[in-house]
């Protein structure tokens, strides 16, 4: 019964920003849901507010709407659509979440729209609590022992009950256990219970029997409407349970059970999906299973696809999205091929013949403040995945492909060393090699860790065999090691440069040490059947074996494009998606085009995608052996991200052809010193700064340029360490705590210009010409990340006169620096009161940016495609690009000019996640993902983009107000507007004062710190405004803090402010955006929904109409 | 045990040599190679005795995980004469397993091989078939003595097996259902044949209420009619079913006297009482990942396999096969199981299920007489429980 004939147009919903939880995960699903449907000749109409993504490229659907994932909106857009069917299980929570909603509202109903791939049934029987332990129990299966209240009371009263403590407190409805914990004691149970409470979107939470120390598994499930049910694929966490499944190591397919034991996990997973009702698609069931009663006991299922789901789908080559997208319209199992075999069914279990090992990637550095042991909530932003023969050739892969930049810190002690691994972290298995090495036992760590010995055992095998590597170092170093020996160490996963460390030889010489006796690493595909069956799809890992199965494709000149690895805070999706395209437009340029990358969640990792996929770390070592293998024609670096810059150098060195920006390009606009030059040259302006080595310099360098100064670390991400300093003490303590200056680490301090707007341009130039993406004004003002700040196109405060020398500064510099591709330049703005601008050049970035994406989105110019023909070899005058002639006949660089809309990107903070950490912006970047919105004004646009973002602006109600004295004039324009709007305006005493001498009705309210004083002198009819946001009485917050002095009143105000999701500005560009975007909204009440490819055919009828006018 | 120090090595008809190292006993073993997918039960799969004489290749690339355990076994020894491993694991950390699996090996002299490119000696044998192939542990070898030795070796084709796996004596099967599973009261007699039986269909028969008579493979049909069963089951087991030419009249001598139930060589066996062919599959099906259509039902089992020979499709099947794919309406999934009835001295045979990766015959049934058997393995052990309904039905039939 192939696919329905009877739906024609379906809605499907993205998961929106890339949070703590759900990553880009979804946008593969759902990229890949997209194919799928267009394929099968649907019309798709796809809704996803993250411009980021791949899937809301005009290509991959129909009609894309970058429109907030909230009710309202949706059902305007099912309005104005009509689609037959919504397809919400390929958007994570979040679409599943809207789907609920919108059934509840009676939207789906109203419209006549048909859920399919779950029903709403199904979905409330895998996602209430109570529903599933039901369902479970009717099967036969337990799940831990538990009761679900809805109050501190009722939780307090099932203690008493008979629950055991300890307790695991999970709320229901939550992406990733978000807001879920472990509570050990009595003392800590209320306040474990209560930020469950306060997470879960219906109040409701589970409080179940801790299984902490069993061990954790999780399969992978796929039913179609036949009731055909298979497992695409097992997965182990070498974490026991009490760690959550995205912040464990994780191991397909699972290692330490045995046949009888794995088919109980397999009949109760079968039983599972029958029993929720999931009638077509993938789900994913999690296990608790006790090694030593062998007792199992379901822990959760999820009707969706998921994290897991897109991890068992690199593991094993079956696509579970793109399946579980063909079963909702109507196939079955056996009426899908499987892509890889071509001759077989995707009604099957795929075997595969290797081990695969996914490590979670963390950011703990950002949020110093945040308790970084690793519980039920889930805390890690990215992953990798490696694939190996063997475990311990997997894990080694995954290790370093972790790309981390610090050593973890070791306890000398060695008791001090076991109890810090006995708590789960991001750094345990680091720690666990290091006790190995000092003669801590397999039992000492089994016993501190519950980590199945199994594991325990692996580890100490590879650090046997590194001590065996050592006992070489004293008998002639590398060249003394036996081939014998070296091919050992190769199958177990050593790198070169981790051999050499122990033998005291460079990488370089391991490595030519190793070819010299035909050491290399031979290829082997991922193929769902353990070579069974001939495989298509060339989809490689790497391996030291017999035979190498990547043989170099004759007749067809490959190029090799890098990814960006892991996610992390500063390099996300974002460097996928450009990484996807160019992929694409090299495959149509005719080339053979390689991908490497090593993230499991993305959509370049997916081997549709690539005409060659290896799935192997980004480190040098790996990826010049990739090189040698293909003899590629060339190898592009500029669109994964700081990742493949980091290893162009070497590559270059090595002699292989870097594509696009050459090297020396690339250092040019590194290196402070030659940047410099390069400014000069062009007289172009940049802050004062200063390169220092130790504190004196420093010091005397700040001196000379002038406080404040932004101090950072040289060589950095996402702003890492970056700080602004108001004196010479807050430098000192810079230096002392957080980073070491030194002549190997120099530290970079340069002068911050307060006050200043933010520019971010994206740019492509082909050595001769440039062409401009698009300038952005940050939102935020100088000193906020540029990711984390708001941006908005086109910019709304800059004059005509200043846009046209950012445009002619931008050409000077690519052309300048040799720019082949894509570059990123970021200036200050500071105008003068006078008119005049003053335009400084902040920094210059000669990759792909984290902007392009949404520049491609909003402007209608793909810039990575564009890119990539560049770098092949075309030149941008023949490209035909819109804007190109009238900005030459004006005299102007090349740019598109006839935007009419306005786009703004919202950034979205991860600080929920992080309890007790404070939400002011800074320097560092923080966020995890983005949001666009687009409107006919920017007040119209920012307020979508909010929405977005998860801030949903008042329309009416109380506004707090509280900022430091120098915020205190931009203030009071904005109460103004805010009184005349209707709002009650609270604020504290100082910001009080100055409203009522502007004449601006403010109710005055006590301080928190001058709140708990009187209460702890005794005063009971207390107040505070920490009460007031508690109590639900608060509609938004404007909390402008200075510096880094008396922040203690804030933070509790933002902390509790986050707690119940109330907005908060923390600072005067935000608030003003904000205030704008509230008095858009009373002014048009109707919400206003954009089809991205309406706007583009817009734009470009207006092209060809000013062409053909010309 | 990543590594050893004793070379090993397996030496393939066409040449091919992979070096590795020995693992457990000592010595040189020929036989023919075969390979399984399964990422777990290497212990039951090397007490199979249908690989009697075989060497086994796991594509799994480490084998001994979770150690060894008797309630693993699938008869009393070691059946396949060799095992051929990427990584060997020597542990028992899994507290239902108290042995540990190299250790097991070594006790019943089985040589071992790791270290070994599993992944590229799969491909070399699903890329020429099935093959000999010698595999050597130990000290001083030749390579080239290892491949004439390979090039003498007789083949293996036309020998019957079941007479030398099979049991002296008949015996009663006092194992009951195992696997914590409660043991009914049983309801019926039972003979079943073994031609190389396993002990997890043992198990699954005494879950169903059957007391089991296991009778050797030459037992004869009146000795079996004299012991009034209930029903008869025919078993596994290794080798060419042409070979076994007295069971086949045997089985034709209890066909419509008695209930039948036949699985793997037991349905290849049926199928020539029936008057159907069998012929060997070029590399075989070994592995618990085979998806099989039952016709009857509609449903996709996925099932547990092991066999080198198969039963001769009949036109209706090939003539599908060559229409198209085995995926989508085009090929076999197009057809039903009306499409699929024969006629045969002992009525109507019908294919009943289809393997659907490449079409080959799963399972048949006569529709006048109560007879059916399937290729793969219900029993599991190791493998999926999809197809457990097969033993039930049993019961049903000989309690009709």
């Known amino acids: ?1110 | 045990m990543y590594r050893g120090d004793i070379p090993g090595y397996v030496v393939l008809e066409d040449g091919t040599v992979f070096d590795g190292f020995g693992f457990g006993a000592q010595g040189t073993v020929l036989g023919e190679v075969v390979f399984n997918t399964g990422m777990t039960g290497y212990q039951e799969v090397a007490t199979d005795p249908s690989y009697h004489g075989q060497m086994v290749t796991y594509t799994y690339p480490m084998i001994g995980n979770y150690g060894a355990a008797e309630p693993l076994l699938e008869s009393a020894d070691a059946h396949s004469r060799a095992i051929i491993v990427r990584e060997i694991k020597n542990t028992a950390w899994n507290a239902t397993c108290p042995e540990a699996w190299v250790d097991w090996l070594v006790d019943r002299g089985i040589v071992g091989v790791a270290g070994i490119d599993t992944r590229a000696l799969t491909r070399r044998i699903r890329e020429h078939g099935a093959m000999t192939a010698c595999v050597a542990a130990g000290h001083d070898l030749k390579v080239d003595d290892l491949l004439a030795s390979v090039r003498a070796f007789p083949s293996m084709a036309g020998r019957d097996l079941a007479s030398v796996v099979t049991c002296a004596e008949p015996y009663e099967w006092d194992g009951g259902a195992g696997w914590g599973v409660e043991t009914p009261e049983p309801r019926f007699n039972v003979v079943a044949y073994d031609f190389g039986l396993k002990r997890s269909i043992l198990r699954n028969l005494a879950a169903v209420g059957c007391r089991v008579t296991v009778v050797p493979a030459g037992w004869t049909a009146e000795q079996t009619l004299a012991m009034k069963p209930d029903g008869v089951f025919l078993s596994n087991g290794p080798g060419d079913p042409a070979a076994v030419g007295y069971a086949v009249e045997t089985i034709r001598g209890l066909l419509g006297k008695v209930p039948v139930f036949g699985i793997c060589l037991g349905h290849q066996l049926m199928a020539l009482a029936v008057g159907f062919s069998t012929y060997k599959l070029k590399f075989g099906h070994r592995g618990i990942n085979h998806p099989v259509r039952n016709y009857l039902s509609g449903r996709i089992e996925i099932t547990s396999q092991n066999h080198g020979f198969a039963v001769e499709p009949p036109g209706v099947v090939k003539a599908a096969m060559e229409r198209g794919s085995v995926v989508g309406d085009g090929g076999v999934s197009g057809l039903s199981a009306d499409d699929m009835v024969l006629d045969s001295e002992f009525g109507p045979a019908q294919i009943t299920h289809l393997n659907l990766n490449d079409g080959t015959v799963e399972g048949l049934r006569l529709l006048d007489i109560p007879a059916y058997c399937v290729q793969y393995h219900p029993e599991a052990g190791p493998g999926p429980h999809d197809s457990h309904y097969l033993f039930r039905q049993f019961a049903e039939v000989m309690g009709g």
């Open chain 1, 1 to 1110: 019964m192939p696919r329905r004939t009877d739906i024609r147009k379906i809605l499907l919903l993205g998961s929106g920003p890339i949070v703590i939880g759900q990553a880009c995960e979804f946008d593969y699903s759902g990229t890949q849901a997209c194919k799928v449907l267009m394929e099968e000749g649907f019309e798709v109409v796809l809704v996803n507010s993250n411009p980021a993504t791949i899937m809301t490229d005009p290509t991959f659907s129909h009609r894309t709407y970058i429109e907030p994932l909230v009710p309202d909106v949706v059902a305007k857009i099912i309005e104005v659509e009509r689609p037959d069917a919504l397809l919400p299980t390929l958007g994570g929570q979040t679409a599943l979440n809207l789907a609920v909603a919108l059934s509840e509202n009676g939207t789906l109903e109203k419209y006549g729209v048909e859920l399919i791939g779950a029903n709403y049934e199904a979905i409330h029987r895998a996602e209430a609590r109570d529903e599933f332990r039901e369902c479970m129990a009717s099967i036969g299966l337990r799940v831990p022992d538990s009761a679900v209240v809805r109050s501190l009371a009722e939780a307090r009263a099932a203690l008493k009950d008979g629950l055991h403590l300890p307790l695991i407190i999970r709320p229901s409805f939550t992406l990733g256990g978000h807001g879920g914990g472990v509570a050990t004691s009595e003392a800590d149970f209320d306040a474990v219970v209560k930020a469950g409470l306060d997470a879960s979107p219906t109040h409701q939470v589970l409080l179940e029997e801790s299984v902490l120390g069993w061990k954790e598994f999780e399969l992978e499930v796929m039913r179609d409407k036949k009731d055909n049910v298979v497992i695409v694929c097992s997965i182990e966490n070498i974490d026991p349970m009490g760690v959550h499944t995205g912040d464990s190591i994780t191991v397909a397919p699972q290692q330490t059970l045995t046949d009888p034991q794995y088919q109980r996990l397999r009949d109760a997973s079968l039983a599972i999906i029958r029993a929720i009702g999931v009638e077509t698609g993938g789900s994913n069931v999690q296990f608790a299973f006790s090694p030593e009663t062998d007792e199992i006991v379901v822990i959760e299922m999820n009707p969706r696809v998921s994290r897991s789901s897109a991890l068992a789908s690199k593991a094993t080559g079956f696509p579970i999205a793109k399946i579980a997208a063909k079963l909702a319209v109507g196939y079955t199992l056996d009426e899908v091929a499987n892509d890889i075999t071509r001759k077989t069914p995707a009604c099957f279990e795929p075997t595969i013949d290797y081990v695969v090992v996914k490590t979670p990637r963390w950011a703990f550095e950002k949020f110093p403040l945040a308790d970084q042991t690793l519980t039920t909530h889930m805390k890690s932003v990215g992953e990798n995945m490696a694939i190996g023969r063997t475990f311990k050739e997997a894990f080694q892969k995954s290790m370093r492909s972790r790309e981390l930049d610090v050593r973890p810190d070791v306890p000398d002690d060695n008791d001090a060393l076991v109890a810090k691994i006995a708590k789960p972290s991001a750094e345990r298995y680091d720690l666990i090699f290091e006790a190995y090495r000092r003669g801590v036992t397999l039992e000492q760590l089994f016993e501190a860790t519950l980590i199945d010995q199994w594991f325990l055992e692996e580890f100490r095998e590879i650090i046997e065999a590194e001590d065996h590597l050592k006992s070489f170092a004293d008998k002639g170093g590398v060249s003394a090691v036996p081939r014998e020996e070296l091919w050992q160490a190769k199958r177990l996963g050593f790198s070169d440069e981790y051999i050499g460390r122990f033998l005291g030889a460079t990488e370089l010489e391991v490595r030519a040490r190793r070819k010299a006796e035909g050491i290399i690493p031979t290829y082997k595909s991922v193929d769902t059947c353990a070579a069974e069956f001939e495989a298509y799809t060339p989809y490689f890992y790497s391996t030291y074996e017999q035979e190498n199965e990547a043989l170099p494709v004759p007749g067809k000149e490959s190029v090799i494009i890098l990814g960006s690895g892991p996610n992390r805070i500063g390099q996300g999706i974002e460097f996928d998606y450009c990484c996807v395209h160019a992929v694409m437009e090299m495959r149509q340029l005719g080339y053979q085009a390689i991908m490497v990358n090593c993230n499991p969640e993305t959509v370049s990792t997916d081997y549709d995608t690539s005409d060659r996929l290896y799935f192997e770390p980004l480190t040098f070592e790996d990826v010049l052996n990739i090189i040698e293998n293909e003899k590629p024609k060339g190898v592009v670096v500029q669109f994964g991200g700081q990742t493949p810059l980091k290893i162009a150098e070497r590559l270059h060195a090595a002699g292989v052809p870097i594509m696009g920006t050459s090297q020396d390009a690339i250092d040019l606009a590194e290196d402070r010193e030659r940047f410099g030059d390069v400014l000069k040259r062009l007289k172009l302006k940049a802050p004062p700064f200063g390169t220092v080595r130790n504190e004196q310099e420093a010091l005397a360098v700040a001196e000379r340029i002038g406080y404040p100064v932004l101090v950072r670390p040289s060589y950095v991400l996402g702003g890492r360490a970056m700080e602004i300093v108001y004196d010479e003490e807050t430098l000192q303590r810079y230096l002392k705590t957080a980073v070491k200056a030194s002549p190997r680490h120099p530290v970079l301090i340069d002068r911050f210009l307060e006050h200043s707007t933010e520019i971010d341009v994206d740019a492509l130039c082909d050595g001769d010409d440039v062409y401009i993406g698009a300038v952005m004004q940050h939102v935020e003002e100088a000193g906020i990340h540029s990711g984390d700040s708001a941006c908005v196109i086109p910019t709304v405060s800059l004059g005509d006169t200043a846009v046209r020398r950012i445009e002619e500064h931008t050409a000077a510099l690519a052309k300048e620096l040799g720019v082949v591709g894509l570059m990123n330049v970021q200036y200050a703005v500071q105008q003068s009161d006078h008119g005049g601008a003053s335009i400084y050049v902040l920094e210059v970035n000669p990759r792909g940016s984290r902007t392009v994406p949404f520049v491609s989105k909003a402007t209608g110019v793909s810039l990575a495609r564009i890119a990539t023909r560049v770098i092949a070899g075309q030149k941008l005058r023949d490209l035909g690009l819109p804007g190109w002639e009238e900005s030459v006949a004006a005299g102007r660089v090349p740019s598109r000019r006839d935007l009419e809309h306005v786009a703004v990107k919202e950034a979205v903070l991860p600080f929920p996640r992080f309890p007790g950490v404070d939400t002011t912006l800074g320097p560092e970047m923080k966020s995890t993902g983005e949001v666009m919105g687009v409107g006919t004004s920017f007040p119209e646009a920012f307020a979508k983009a909010s929405l977005g973002a998860g801030d949903k602006l008042p329309r009416k109600g109380s506004i707090f107000i509280s900022v430091a004295d120098a915020e205190k004039d931009a203030v009071v324009l904005m109460a103004l507007m805010l009184n005349t709007l209707g709002f009650r305006i609270l604020a504290t005493e100082g910001t009080h004062r100055a409203l009522v001498l502007n004449g601006i009705d403010s109710v005055p309210v006590m301080k928190h710190t001058v709140g708990m004083d009187r209460r702890a002198a005794g005063e009971t009819e207390i107040t505070t405004v920490v009460d007031l946001i508690e109590a639900g009485e608060i509609d938004m917050v404007i909390n402008i803090p200075r510096g880094r002095g008396a922040r203690s009143d804030g933070y509790e105000i933002r902390r509790a402010a986050l707690r119940q999701g109330v907005p908060t500005m923390t600072n005067a560009a935000a608030a003003h955006a904000a205030v704008q975007a509230i008095a858009n909204a009373h002014r048009r009440q109707d919400i206003s929904v954009v089809c991205l490819q309406d706007l583009h055919t817009r734009l470009a009828a207006t092209a060809n109409g000013s062409q053909a006018g010309r």
